[in-house]
């Protein structure tokens, strides 16, 4: 059974710290993805990887930043927190190939105070 | 670019109806179209998977259907239950956009016992 997992399902942080939120897939894949959702905004791609140590901005980068040491695992980083972030991240992954399927983690409902 | 939309946002119907959701897309240069249902405050669970090659994928009582040339997508329901009860998202994965998946806003499926 395919999984993605994300390190927690409810963050409280303050404004200004740095936030490290972490996805590990069990699949093998080459691709994973970290999502913001919001209401009446929908999904919105922050970053994704391709591969160890690569990376690409999505439509919303700004303010965040990620790292792909290994393969199974990708981080994405809150440099300095702001209200503005408070959100449901959800993490993706999928093989390379193009006419694969995504799987999804659970969620991470941060609260940025 | 690409736009993803989802009619109706809402839709409430009583237990054991047979139910069309409409998705809808304005670039048919697409890879695949994948739907998601997604519980409160989780993450996104994926139910079908159609290439756009593909006309329709089934899996038990969910059947999607993908019309690439009208940029149309449904999924349809049969003999619906509570437990059905969550949004649906549908998604598309373009030939242009490095394997980013572009999401509808969803509809918030009720099904009253």
């Known amino acids: 059974d395919v999984k993605v997992t994300q390190s927690s399902r409810y963050l409280v942080k303050r404004t200004g710290e740095k936030v490290f939120l972490e996805c590990v897939q069990d699949?093998?894949?080459?691709?994973m993805f970290w999502y913001r959702q919001d209401p009446g905004l929908g999904l919105r791609l922050i970053y994704f990887?391709?591969?160890?140590?690569?990376?690409e901005k999505g439509d919303i980068p700004e303010g965040y930043s990620v790292s792909r040491e290994k393969k199974e695992r990708f981080s994405l980083i809150l440099e300095s927190a702001s209200t503005n972030q408070t959100s449901m991240y959800l993490c993706?992954?999928?093989?390379?190939?193009?006419?694969?399927?995504?799987?999804f983690g659970q969620g991470t409902r941060l609260t940025v105070v | 670019k690409q736009e993803v939309t989802q009619i109706p946002a809402a839709l409430s119907v009583p237990e054991g109806e047979n139910l069309v959701l409409n998705c809808s897309f304005t670039d048919s240069a697409i890879y695949n179209l994948q739907w998601f249902r997604q519980d409160p405050g989780k993450g996104l669970t994926s139910l079908l998977l159609?290439?756009?090659?593909?006309r329709e994928q089934t899996s038990g009582r969910l059947n999607a259907s993908l019309d690439k040339s009208s940029g149309r997508s449904t999924l349809y329901i049969a003999a619906s239950q509570p437990g059905d009860s969550a949004t649906y998202l549908c998604?598309?994965?373009?030939?242009?956009?490095?394997?980013?998946?572009?999401f509808g806003q969803g509809t918030r499926l009720t099904i009253n016992p």
């Open positions: 990887s391709y591969d160890v140590k690569m990376k």
């Open positions: 699949m093998d894949h080459e691709n």
């Open positions: 998604a598309v994965k373009r030939i242009q956009g490095a394997q980013k998946l572009v």
């Open positions: 993706a992954s999928s093989f390379h190939q193009m006419n694969t399927e995504a799987f």
């Open positions: 159609i290439q756009s090659s593909q």
